[in-house]
């Protein structure tokens, strides 16, 4: 048995010029949560998409439960369950004939199907739900029957892509209670994609960082967190611009980074350091409304890495038309 759950090596993937995925070798030890995160375009998709061997890689290869994912790609997708990011339930059927249509699709034999869907369908709370036509679901209750759809033919592996997003913060934490669980009582690997870097940081176990088709970091978030080291100053100010170009010519300053009318400056001993903001905010005129201090979060790792805020790019039209979408519960 591979003691792995997933394995590349420089797996790649090119749109022409455009290098989506580039050499990324990632080992993925089994019974993790594992989330890739990284901003809009960053190659997210297009990674798991080679492992669950949706697209061809242009280079390099990988391994998905010892599986070589073009050698033995039937092998790989008998052994992993998929949730990507467009919904792809049948809304006119009810929640156990989506249900029973992918148990038939992935062999699961006969006599055992009724008790497999019961399972997961307690395990994602939609008992009550079984026999509604999906139509009529939240899009909380949609991913929760698409997650419980992607686990019927019992998976070793768990892709989830964008598990959460377009859903309100309230669902959000409950699909993430959902996936821990999976992970706890089933001991599924989970390999996931997100944007919420918070939220990354409360469910998984590693986490990689990935920018423009490059792995950039990676590790445990506690580990990357404290690596990183000191504090985080935000100065919600006025002249936000001004202030965090001020900020970054003090050598003391680590980096200093803007979102809105607030800049965050990551610096030693940041107590020490308030005062000295607030006195040089005086001088130069900077008008400050609130000043503030915490420990780095994996946002801040993201910023150290990037030199920009995963925010700034949440914005993008490719996001915004796929919340919407989420949000109309409309099909491809
Ligand atoms: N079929 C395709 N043809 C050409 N370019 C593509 C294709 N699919 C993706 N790309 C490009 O590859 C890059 C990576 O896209 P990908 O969808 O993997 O990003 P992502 O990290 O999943 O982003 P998001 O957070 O928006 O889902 C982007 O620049 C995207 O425009
Ligand atoms: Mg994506």
Redesign the pocket.
């Known amino acids: 048995m591979a003691s792995n759950a997933i394995e590349t090596r420089e797996l790649s993937k090119n ?2 010029e ?1 290098k ?2 580039d050499k990324v070798s990632l080992v993925v030890e089994k019974g993790t949560i594992f989330g890739l995160l ?10 798991i ?1 080679m492992l669950v061997t949706m697209r061809k890689p242009s280079g390099g290869s990988a391994k998905v439960n010892g599986f070589d994912i073009e050698r033995e790609a039937g092998k790989v997708r008998e052994s992993i369950g998929i949730v990507f ?1 467009d919904q792809s339930l049948d809304d006119e059927l009810t929640a156990k004939e989506n249900l029973e249509m992918h148990a038939a699709m992935y062999n699961v034999p006969k006599g055992e199907r009724r008790k497999r869907i019961e399972g997961m369908v307690k395990l994602v709370g939609l008992e009550e739900q079984l026999n509604k036509e999906v139509k009529t679901f939240s899009g909380g209750m949609k991913r929760r029957l698409e997650i419980a759809r992607g686990l019927v033919h019992h998976p070793k592996i768990l892709f989830l ?2 598990p959460t997003i377009g859903l309100d913060p309230q669902t959000r934490t409950s699909i993430w209670d959902y996936i821990k669980k999976l992970n706890r009582e089933k001991g599924i690997t989970i390999i996931l ?1 997100t ?1 919420y870097m918070d939220e990354a940081d409360s469910v998984c176990g590693k986490v990689a960082i ?1 920018d423009h ?1 490059k792995i950039i970091a990676e590790g445990g978030p506690k580990q990357m967190k404290n690596e990183l080291g000191g504090d985080v100053v935000s100065i919600e100010c006025a002249n936000s611009e001004k202030c965090r170009k001020q900020l970054e010519g003090f050598a003391w300053v680590k980096n200093a980074v803007k979102h809105g009318g607030t800049v965050d400056a990551r610096v030693e001993k940041g107590e020490e350091k308030i005062p000295k903001i607030l006195a040089f905010a005086a001088k130069k005129g900077i008008m400050v409304k609130s000043v503030s201090l915490r420990k780095p979060s994996l946002d801040d790792v993201f910023i150290h890495y990037t030199g920009r805020t995963i925010r700034e790019q949440e914005a ?1 039209p ?2 915004a038309m ?1 919340l919407r979408r989420k949000a109309w519960g409309q099909k491809r």
């Open positions: 749109y022409k455009l989506a995925v990284g901003p809009n375009g960053a190659g997210k998709t297009t990674l998409s990011q892509d964008e994609t944007h990935i088709g993008s490719g996001a796929r």
